[in-house]
């Protein structure tokens, strides 16, 4: 009796050991949720995730990075597509640059296409330095940056290739954003450099979503989110601007994921997980290169209070135990409802500016319009604003208001995106203002009331 109970238990634990190779299987739990409290000891106190037992289809992606595509890894490549192939539940495979090998020429471009062919899920793709910016044939065996012009005709290659009709884009994924961020400018020395248009679209981006768990995908990573790494200066290791960036990740906390490629970083590396990965509110995933003998598939579970990121192993197959991770995002909902919940109690608080750009004798105007961003108004009032319209787009939608000087109007009146604008109030002499604005060279008194929020000013110019 003894023995048969015995092969009996053994039985038992091989039979489960078989139905926990795919964490994401639907006929075995991940094993985090075992209970429904579980507590995780973690240096970075990170808040675990409690299982909602609700039934979320198309929420596992797989992330892969630096490619670097060539006849060498091609067959590492193509088993770990296999690999991405098998997951349960995928939305999609998403690509965080550098997928050619050196500069991203036609010839290039074509191997890359004839690899992703093995592909059955949908892929999403960011480039990399290796895509974009660099010229089409070596000069003297070594790469030479490319122009503009050549730089622009890659973008338009690569948003081909990846049927794209924006090279920054969006998705929405079982309750998430998630934003694909390029390295298009088309001047700059940085490797991973975003354009002026990118980042206004990830300010507009998360002004209008800012009770919706984010994540990011770009080819760099953050700055400070590994320890020391001598093979790139930090201009070339992150994503830059860097400072503009950490800005507007500091005033969108909503933003807890980043997954980047680009420094090569290996599971077997001590910057791979650890508690220096997360910068302010942002956790920054470093995703793995495929090398020729050897290759990672990050594996991202979305969950409505969080995500679970794990490493697999593209030769075995399984997943690494020590690099489980547990994210919760800061943003508390209803899921029954799913409504953001706010307190009864909660004011809400806005930024107003007043301010005169002195447009008439300004020749920096697109700096007053970076500098009017970065303060990141609700609603901004500026004076001396003739031709100013353009450069202060960034900082939301502009409506011409008080009183015109040679055809052109001398005040404005800035919005943030995403803030409701009444129909009613436009085209009036000052719309969204109840009470008008003063001489378009001074002001006094000024009652703003947009989106609910109600202000007086008492300023003098």
């Not at 675990?48 to 595509?69: G, R, S, W, Y």
């Not at 998360?206 to 790494?229: M, W």
Request: charged residues 25%.
């Amino acid at each position: 009796m003894n023995k048969i109970f015995r092969l009996f238990f053994v039985f038992f634990l091989l039979a489960n050991s078989l139905l926990a190779t795919n964490p994401f299987s639907a006929e075995k739990k991940l094993e985090v949720f075992d209970t429904t409290s579980v507590n995780f000891s973690r240096t970075d106190k990170e808040t675990a995730i409690e299982d909602e037992k609700l039934e979320v289809k198309n929420n596992v992606i797989a992330i892969m990075a630096d490619l670097h595509t060539r006849q060498d890894n091609l067959k590492m490549i193509e088993k770990a597509f296999s690999r991405v192939n098998s997951l349960n539940n995928l939305y999609g495979l998403v690509l965080t640059g550098d997928l050619c090998r050196k500069i991203g020429s036609p010839a290039e471009y074509k191997l890359l296409e004839s690899v992703l062919k093995k592909l059955s899920s949908p892929v999403f793709a960011v480039p990399g330095n290796h895509d974009l910016i660099y010229k089409d044939h070596f000069v003297n065996g070594e790469k030479r940056r490319a122009s503009p012009g050549e730089k622009l005709e890659k973008q338009r290659r690569f948003k081909r290739l990846f049927n794209l009709k924006s090279i920054y884009y969006t998705r929405r994924v079982a309750g998430h954003l998630l934003i694909f961020l390029p390295n298009d400018s088309l001047t700059g020395l940085p490797l991973v450099l975003l354009s002026d248009d990118a980042l206004d679209f990830l300010r507009k981006t998360l002004r209008e979503n800012p009770d919706t768990p984010t994540i990011v995908f770009c080819h760099a990573p953050i700055q400070n989110s590994y320890g020391e790494k001598k093979t790139l200066p930090p201009i070339h290791a992150n994503v830059q601007p860097a400072a503009r960036i950490k800005k507007i990740l500091k005033a969108n906390p909503q933003v807890y994921l980043w997954f980047a490629g680009h420094l090569h970083i290996t599971p077997g590396q001590k910057f791979y997980h650890f508690k220096g990965n997360k910068v302010g509110n942002t956790n920054v995933i470093h995703v793995p290169p495929v090398k020729n003998d050897r290759a990672w598939v990050q594996v991202l579970r979305l969950l409505p209070n969080g995500a679970i990121v794990r490493t697999m192993d593209v030769k075995s197959g399984k997943f690494l135990k020590k690099h489980n991770r547990v994210f919760a995002h800061r943003i508390k909902r209803d899921f029954k409802k799913n409504k953001p919940q706010r307190k009864k109690s909660e004011k809400k608080s806005a930024r107003i500016v007043v301010v005169n750009a002195h447009a008439g004798a300004n020749h920096q105007k697109k700096q007053f319009g970076e500098w009017l961003a970065e303060l990141e108004p609700e609603v901004a009032l500026v004076s001396e604003a003739k031709f100013m319209a353009p450069y202060m787009r960034p900082a939301g939608r502009v409506f011409n208001a008080g009183l015109e000087t040679k055809g052109q109007r001398e005040v404005a009146v800035v919005v943030r995106d995403g803030l409701p604008v009444s129909e009613s109030d436009r085209g009036k002499v000052s719309p969204d203002l109840g009470l008008g604005i003063a001489h378009d060279r001074w002001w006094t008194m000024v009652q703003t009331r947009v989106a609910k929020v109600k202000t007086r000013i008492y300023s003098l110019h």
